[in-house]
């Protein structure tokens, strides 16, 4: 099984730029790569900063960006760029019926769960007990293993700024997950706008650096400097033992040619 994970679109109206960056550019690229080779993933999901400043525009453009393509079905949540409200103005479809954009949907023999952490006033995520109390639930309803999706972690990544703005709260998610933990089997977040690897608690999880902006490595002080790279999605491959991650910048190589070559699929309905 295939998953695509695209994490941090940050999308501005279109014509302007991010910090000389253009985010509708990116996500076009990415998508399109993704159409192209990854129409055969069971799921394209989108952990969170969709738009850069959670603006009505921004969200309309990325509607009609994604409309454009043939793509995996669409799974999307929030992060902390991001305005619950505007957000599901666009798109009701990716709200739960409590008013969180949190979802459960099946993954083959695996269940997805993609979290809300978006939490008024703070960069920093957190989830209140209607949202832990929701997680409980989807948990406990299957035995299935389970991925995991959000845009704020809770572990620490010993960088000073994204530690201070990373999940609140983090024993209190702990104190739900612990009792099913051992049918976790990967847990995929965003918005650190780096690529990192490694467990929380036992469970191995993945952060996907995104398509925009990404963060200096400085383990010494909290200043934030902004780079410019690559645009990254990551390609994740599941079975029944093992899970791998590539994470794919996709200017990272050119294709010379391409045998036998290949045409741009249809959309099936
Ligand atoms: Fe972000
Ligand atoms: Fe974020």
């Given amino acids: 099984m295939k998953i695509i994970q695209l994490t941090d679109p940050h999308l501005v109206p279109s014509g302007s730029l991010l910090r000389g960056i253009d985010p509708q550019a990116r996500l076009r690229a990415c ?24 603006d009505r525009a921004s969200y309309e453009l990325f509607r009609d960006v994604v409309a454009e393509f043939c793509l995996p079905p669409l799974h999307i949540t929030v992060g902390n760029h991001d305005h619950r409200s505007v957000f599901g103005a666009i798109f009701p479809e990716h709200l739960a019926a409590d008013g969180y954009a949190h979802s459960r949907f099946d993954l083959q023999d695996h269940v997805g ?48 700024r994204l530690d201070q703005i990373a999940l609140q709260g983090e024993d209190e998610l702990w104190d739900v997950i612990a009792p099913f933990s051992s049918r ?13 690897a490694g467990s929380w608690r036992g469970i191995p999880f993945t952060v996907a650096a995104g398509l925009t902006h990404q963060v200096m490595l400085d383990f ?4 934030v400097r902004h780079i410019e790279v690559e645009p990254y999605f990551s390609i994740i491959l599941v079975n029944g033992r093992d899970v791998v991650v590539h994470p794919h ?21």
């Avoid at 993704?34 to 969709?50: F, K, T």
């Avoid at 949202?131 to 704020?152: C, G, Y």
């Avoid at 010494?220 to 200043?223: E, F, G, L, S, V």
């Avoid at 045998?259 to 309905?269: E, L």
Wanted: aromatic share 6%; hydrophobic share 45%; net charge negative.
């Fill in 220 to 223: 010494q002080t909290d200043i």
């Fill in 184 to 196: 976790i089997r990967h847990m995929f977040f965003g918005h650190m706008h780096r690529n990192v």
């Fill in 113 to 160: 769960l993609l979290l809300d952490t978006w939490a008024v006033g703070t960069h920093g995520g957190a989830f209140d007990p209607m949202r832990l109390e929701w997680l409980r639930t989807q948990l406990a309803e299957s035995d299935k293993p389970v991925l995991m999706f959000m845009h704020h972690a809770p572990v620490k990544v010993g960088l000073k």
């Fill in 31 to 54: 998508l399109s790569e993704i159409e192209i080779y990854h129409s055969d993933a069971a799921a394209l999901v989108i952990s969170g900063d969709v738009t850069d400043r959670a």
């Fill in 249 to 269: 910048a996709i200017r990272d190589a050119k294709i010379i040619d391409i045998i036998p070559d290949t045409t741009r699929p249809s959309c099936s309905p």
